[in-house]
Every structure is written in structure tokens, then in C-alpha cells.
């Protein structure tokens, strides 16, 4: 049975790109393997962020998790800084990957790009060294992520190798699991951008009123021409909405765009809306309902005494194979 792990940091609003590309999928998992899901809240500290915000946003994604149908008796959801053992490993991996490879990740030089030295902190250079300490504590073999985290998965297997090969079989080696519609959602105000927490213009945020969600999707940027055609590097906008469309619908973007073959750019936006809405609106329902009910509390309590169980196996084997002591 597959061990799969994946996680959402607690920064910002969830956005429609972090449903598509992430929660919504997690819950495909539960019959099929044992399933480990987290808030990455240690992760959020790595950039400036409010306390009070750091907590409301972890709550939010526990309700999120619920509502996107993970069942809690079936998956393990629980909060990172709750299993201590995630910084216990994260101690002993940081010596086994190099500056130069921090250095050369994606995420880390968009983050870091208007950022003086002085204020880049160490955690968010060292970020991939706690993100592989996740995958790895549980032993996972699949990580269902968004295109953007390939690269940090890629690492983690680096990682693997160079550990496994000094110490023996003593890590798994995981894969990242990305979908084939859907793996890297752009903005609606700038096509060329990957939709993200921090972009309020061209984002649809998971918790937004569905007259904001239609409104940013009527005036979400398209491109010259009025008809709507398959045509990622001419047609990047129209492209990004049929990939939303045809993720939601669990089509591919070509089947989509059979379907709105002929359709002009304002119906076809309509539509795209009406899916996305759809889709949105019971969902977000659903997460009011938890977070009223408090249900997550005990969630997050049972879910992190099942993931202590697996994350001690894992640590005490790895702490054994580099020679601390365990008695
Ligand atoms: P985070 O919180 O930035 O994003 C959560 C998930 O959403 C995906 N995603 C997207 N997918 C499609 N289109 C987009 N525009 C889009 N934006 C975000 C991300 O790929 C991700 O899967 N480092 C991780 C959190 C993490 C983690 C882990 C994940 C920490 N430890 C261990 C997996 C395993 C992150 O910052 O994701």
C-alpha cells in the first residue's frame, strides 16, 4: 500500500490554483493508500507574517481539508509544528544537502529576487531542506503537488540517493504526482504569472463571494481574436481559463475546447464562471459548516498521534543509521 503525503502552507488565502493543483485531489488517495496531509505552518514562518494570521489561515486549511472530502478517519491531517519530529529530522537532513543546490531552487530566487541579504532569513533559504524532512519522516512514495513543488521533490530524491547511498536502504524514495490538467493554473490578470497567494488581482480565493468569483473571471485578461481556440503561447489567457474549465470538469483541455468550439470570449467566460461557481460554492459552504462546528480541533489532535507513530519509526531509524545514541 502507498504511503502519499502533501501539505499547504498557511500564508495567505487559499487560491483556486492551490484547489486545482492540490486539495482537490488529496482526497483520491484514501482508498488506495495511508494518507498524510498537513498544514505546513513551520513553513509559513519562513517569510514575515502576523501571528494572528499564522493562526487564522492554519485553522482555515484544517476546514478546507475537511471540506474538500478528506475523511479523518481515513487520512491523518494534523498541523506540522504539532510533530516535533519534523524538526528533529529537518536537523540532521540540513547536513546532507549543499548551499549551492538551496541556492539554484526556483522558489527560493523569486522570493528572494527583491529581497536585500540582510533580510532573506535562513529558514526560507533552508526551506527544501524542512520540505524534504516531510516527505521523508513518513516514508512517503507519492506527493501529489502543483508543478511549482516538482522541483523540491526532485531534491528530496537527491537526497535519498546521497543518504541511502552512505547509510544503506534507510529512506524511501518518493515521487512528485502532479495532474495532467491542472498542475500550474496562471493568473487572470497576467496569464504569463502562476496564480498565487499574493496577488489579489489575478487570483480566485477559495473564500471569495461568488459575485467577486464571476466578476474576475468576465474580466479576466484574454487575448486578440474573439473565438475561442487551444493555443497556449498565442492564446494564453483563453488557455488558462479551458485549463480551469476542463480541470473542474475532469475533462482534458483539448475536450474542452471542442466543447466551446465557436463560442465567442464573452460566452465562453460565462460558462467558465458558472463551472468554477459550481464547483466553489458547496464547497465553501461546507468549510463554513466545519469551521462553525470546531470539528477540526479533534481532527487535528487524532490526526497528529497517527502521525507520530510513523514519523518516531522513521526518525529512530534515521537517528540509529548516522550514530546517535538511542537507548
Ligand atoms: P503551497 O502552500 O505554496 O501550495 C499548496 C499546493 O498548491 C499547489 N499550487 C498550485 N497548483 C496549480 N496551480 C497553481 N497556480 C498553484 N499554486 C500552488 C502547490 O504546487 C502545492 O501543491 N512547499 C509547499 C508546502 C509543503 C509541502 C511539503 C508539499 C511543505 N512541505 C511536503 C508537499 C510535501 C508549498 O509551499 O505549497
Request: aromatic share 8%; hydrophobic share 40%.
Amino acid at each position: 500500500m502507498p504511503t502519499i503525503l502533501s501539505g499547504i502552507k498557511p500564508t495567505g488565502q487559499l487560491t483556486l490554483g492551490n484547489y486545482i493543483g492540490a486539495l482537490s485531489r488529496f482526497k483520491e488517495y484514501q482508498d488506495e493508500g495511508e494518507v498524510y496531509i498537513f498544514i505546513a505552518d513551520l513553513h509559513a514562518l519562513t517569510l514575515p507574517i502576523e501571528s494572528k494570521v499564522l493562526k487564522e489561515n492554519s485553522i482555515d486549511i484544517a476546514c478546507f481539508y475537511l471540506a474538500s472530502g478528506l475523511d479523518p478517519e481515513k487520512s491523518a491531517i494534523f498541523l506540522q509544528s504539532h510533530v516535533s519530529e519534523h524538526a528533529e529530522l529537518n536537523a540532521i537532513m540540513q547536513n546532507y544537502l549543499y548551499m549551492g543546490e538551496l541556492r539554484r531552487m526556483t522558489q527560493f530566487k523569486e522570493k528572494s529576487l527583491s529581497m536585500k541579504d540582510e533580510a532573506i532569513g535562513l529558514g526560507l533559504f533552508a526551506y527544501p531542506v524542512l520540505m524534504a524532512s516531510d516527505i521523508l519522516l513518513y516514508q512517503s512514495d507519492e506527493v501529489p503537488v502543483g508543478e511549482d513543488q516538482r522541483q523540491h521533490v526532485e531534491l528530496t530524491r537527491d537526497l535519498v540517493t546521497r543518504f541511502n547511498h552512505r547509510y544503506g536502504e534507510i529512506l524511501r524514495m518518493p515521487k512528485a504526482v502532479t495532474p495532467k490538467t491542472g498542475a500550474r493554473i496562471m493568473s487572470l490578470s497576467d496569464p504569463s504569472k502562476k496564480m498565487s497567494k499574493s496577488d489579489p488581482e489575478g487570483d480566485i480565493f477559495l473564500k471569495d463571494p461568488m459575485n467577486i468569483v464571476r466578476k474576475k473571471i468576465m474580466s479576466a485578461v484574454t487575448d486578440c481574436g474573439s473565438e475561442v481556440t487551444l493555443d497556449p503561447i498565442g492564446k494564453p489567457g483563453i488557455a488558462n481559463l479551458l485549463n480551469i474549465y476542463a480541470a473542474l470538469s475532469h475533462i482534458s483541455q483539448e475536450e474542452a475546447a471542442k466543447v466551446f468550439g465557436g463560442y465567442r470570449y464573452g460566452d465562453f467566460k460565462k460558462a467558465v464562471a458558472e463551472k468554477v461557481v459550481e464547483v466553489l460554492e458547496p464547497f465553501q459552504n461546507e468549510y463554513l459548516r466545519i469551521k462553525e462546528s470546531k470539528e477540526y480541533i479533534g481532527v487535528l489532535k487524532s490526526g497528529e498521534e497517527k502521525a507520530r507513530r510513523k514519523a518516531r519509526k522513521t526518525l529512530t531509524k534515521v537517528q540509529k543509521a548516522v550514530g546517535l545514541l538511542t537507548f
